[in-house]
């Protein structure tokens, strides 16, 4: 047995490695937040034993992210949210507001005026947050900055000092881009305007009123989570050189900053000197010229201690540096936010505020970007394969094997984790089982929220399918593209990976599937994550091989400690695997399979016409072969043997009238290739393959069967005496079955 494996299996710790010589700086990391919140009011989110809660109950998040529903007018988000919240997620990730909040070129922090009903921008914002609160969706909110431009008169917000007309021409560089605040995230941690600017910005966001709620932001009971940036990846865009905090009078800022620091802990060059053991000519730190050297830090094949082009303590100085500024910066902003709460258990005060967003292989990154309260993480996936002897050639699926890059770095020890986004990109023909598959994936790792990407129910993409009717007329499937590759993950109009979704969210809203019992403790240290770029293919290869198989937890000891080498292999390539007690995984068969007390469940290729469930529950007359994803639970807390109240799906695939791909026209062989593939979108109406099967619940169980669209609404209602019949053409998303009392043998 693999050492390492063995050491999981019989204490579930993982020190991994040897202590090598190491070359320790005497300058510790910060960390921000261990999650240490107050408990929260009845009524308000918060943090306990490393999980969300509500009036002192684990609560767990299936919620969808929207962008640009709040900017419809008030009858279509009343139909959007009703929509929504009817589909079964219930909560909603608030996404990119802050142009809709401020006007563009503004100072920066001032919010909108307006007058309640006058559907301005503001208005309208306020009104879509009471309707999702009325409806009793969380509110996932987002401080993020990269729309709304700041005006040169920003420079204002703090006293006149320093170079006013270099600030302001920097600050109108920064915002040339296309989308101008894109780089914001990167400098307002180093300049002390941009600072103010975003804490300013914060205290009046908090402190709006919402004339529909009558509520303050900062005491909103339906915001249950915040963010403060997204996607910023700050350490590893500075890391790599590319941050316009090292570029011209940002840069001079943060070389200052970075004298400044040295200064602090150095006292005078002759110190520092001693400590790193040669400095570059002319530097001196009495003058303030030690550069920001070595930028980019340049990835080797050994750890800098080994090197001799750039002494180690340099090296670890400046990473810490950084590491330190950011975290210090992100804690700061946090405080304010806090301090504008009413009550100290209520609202802001106890709420979760995560730091960034976190979708990179980059153990640094992983740890500033989750060292607020939450560890927030995500994923896009595409399955494009070209390899023609793959049975699925030219698509593949989420049940072909492991696959979740960034987020095996995602659960931090003693944290709630959330999935900000994730989304298959179409096309994907088996769309309809990868709800399913991150349904069980984070039940195994006992994760505590999934928002996906995304609604987009009418805007720029979609006509406007607010019902039925609309949906059936203009709600074809939309691909990604050349021009917009975010089309393809647009779900509203998507009948199949609704329905997935609505199964889904069931399964990981009620916990029906429990977590692997035993996962892996994988500890990093202070020396780990400074030298973690020399290692990060194995680190990612470790925490991807228990996260597929028993789960792991992170837990960062950033106070010391040595190198350490990192096991390239701890389970290897496996065929069969599982996702926690309740389901098992057979990536070479292209299967999916639970038999839990509450879950049945199967997705993928049956070998045969039937599928065997225990308590006599079976899955019969399907074709072999033919693509499927099923899913049957229970929903009155009760195992299906005994519930009254069971829930099915049986999904197959689904493609525009006219569509066509071809593989021979992909040339890249990563996503763009899948693009490529795309001759012809095809039109309305889409065409469903709703397979034909028959479930057996056992004989004598008897009730009503009512049977649902994707929009949803409640289209057929039939008697059953012991199974229910999938006939191959009735559209339905998901049937609710309702026993009769004396037909179930408790």
Not at 58 to 68: A, K
Not at 305 to 324: C, G, K, Q
Not at 640 to 652: E, F, V, Y
Not at 696 to 708: E, F, I, K, V
Request: overall charge negative; aromatic content about 12%; some cysteine.
């Amino acid at each position: 047995m693999n050492r390492v494996l063995a050491l999981v299996l019989s204490v579930s710790v993982v020190l991994v490695g040897a202590a090598v010589l190491s070359a320790q700086s005497s300058i510790p990391l910060s960390r921000g937040a261990e999650a240490n919140l107050p408990e929260p009011a009845p009524g308000f989110v918060g943090v306990k034993d490393g999980h969300l809660v509500r009036d002192g109950q684990r609560l767990r998040i299936w919620g969808i992210n929207n962008v640009n529903e709040y900017r419809r007018d008030k009858e279509d988000q009343d139909r959007i949210l009703d929509r929504i919240a009817a589909m079964g997620f219930n909560a909603i990730r608030i996404h990119l507001p802050d142009w809709r909040l401020m006007p563009d070129g503004g100072n920066g922090y001032d919010l909108y005026s307006y007058v309640q009903g006058d559907n301005s921008p503001l208005d309208l914002f306020d009104y879509y947050v009471a309707g999702a609160a009325k409806r009793g969706l969380i509110l996932y909110f987002t401080l993020d900055r990269r729309h709304a431009t700041i005006a040169p008169e920003a420079y204002n917000v703090l006293p006149a000092g320093g170079d006013e007309a270099a600030w302001k021409n920097a600050l109108a560089k920064l915002q040339e881009a296309p989308a101008p605040m894109t780089n914001f995230e990167q400098v307002w941690p180093t300049d002390a305007r941009l600072t103010a600017i975003t804490h300013a910005y914060a205290k009046n966001l908090l402190n709006h009123v919402n004339p529909y709620t009558g509520n303050r932001v900062a005491d909103e009971p339906a915001i249950g989570l915040w963010e403060l940036t997204n996607e910023s990846c700050y350490i590893d865009r500075i890391l790599d050189g590319s941050s316009e905090a090292l570029k011209g009078y940002w840069g001079e800022q943060t070389q200052k900053l970075w004298n400044e620091f040295l200064k602090k802990h150095y006292k005078t060059t002759a110190q520092l000197k001693k400590q790193w053991g040669s400095l570059l000519d002319g530097e001196s730190l009495e003058e303030g010229t030690i550069q920001l050297m070595p930028l980019p830090v340049p990835k080797t094949s050994k750890p800098y201690y080994e090197d001799a082009a750039y002494p180690s303590h340099r090296v670890s100085d400046l990473i810490t540096f950084f590491v330190n500024g950011y975290i210090d910066a992100n804690n700061e902003l946090v405080a304010t936010m806090r301090a504008q709460a009413s009550e100290p258990n209520e609202g802001v005060a106890v709420v979760p505020i995560g730091f960034d967003t976190h979708f990179t292989p980059s153990l640094l990154n992983a740890y500033c970007a989750t060292a607020g309260d939450v560890a927030i993480v995500g994923t896009y996936k595409w399955y494009r394969t070209f390899d023609t002897s793959d049975p699925t050639y030219p698509f593949s699926s989420s049940l072909a094997g492991n696959g979740w890059y960034g987020m095996n770095l995602a659960p931090i020890e003693g944290k709630p984790t959330i999935i900000y986004e994730i989304n298959v990109h179409r096309p994907a023909p088996y769309r309809a089982a990868f709800p399913m598959v991150v349904s069980a994936y984070t039940q195994s790792q006992d994760w505590d929220a999934v928002f996906w990407y995304y609604w987009m129910d009418g805007g720029p993409l979609t006509p406007s399918p607010l019902n039925y009717q609309e949906i059936q007329k203009d709600g074809y499937l939309r691909y990604d593209s050349m021009s917009d590759q975010w089309s393809g993950v647009n779900i509203s109009c998507d009948e199949i990976e609704l329905a997935s979704l609505h199964l889904a969210g069931q399964m990981f809203r009620q916990g029906l599937l429990r977590p692997s019992p035993n996962p892996a403790r994988v500890v990093l240290n202070r020396e780990d994550l400074i030298w973690s770029f020399n290692f990060m293919e194995a680190w990612m290869n470790l925490t991807a091989s228990f996260g597929g198989q028993i789960g792991n937890r992170i837990k960062f000891l950033p106070g010391g400690g040595k190198v350490r080498d990192v096991p390239t292999n701890s389970f290897g390539a496996v065929q069969n695997g599982r996702y926690g007690p309740d389901v098992r995984m057979d990536f070479g068969k292209r299967q999916m399979f639970s038999d839990s007390a509450r879950v049945k469940m199967f997705a993928g290729w049956p070998g045969g016409d039937t599928v065997e469930f225990s308590d006599g529950i079976r899955l019969t007359g399907m074709q072999p072969g033919k693509f499927i994803a099923f899913a049957l639970i229970s929903t009155d807390d009760q195992p299906i043997a005994t519930s009254k109240n069971l829930k099915l799906t049986l999904l197959g695939t689904s493609d525009n009238t006219g569509y066509v791909y071809d593989p021979a026209a992909s040339k890249d062989k990563g996503f763009i290739g899948m693009i490529e593939g795309i001759v012809n979108k095809g039109a309305n109406p889409v065409i469903i393959d709703w397979p034909a099967a028959t479930v057996d619940l056992g004989a004598g169980r008897t009730g009503t069967c009512t049977w649902y669209n994707a929009f949803p609404a409640a289209f057929e209602t039939q008697k059953i005496s012991g199974q229910v019949v999938f006939d191959g053409k009735r559209p339905a998303a998901w049937a609710q079955i309702t026993l009769d009392a004396e037909s179930v043998v408790e």
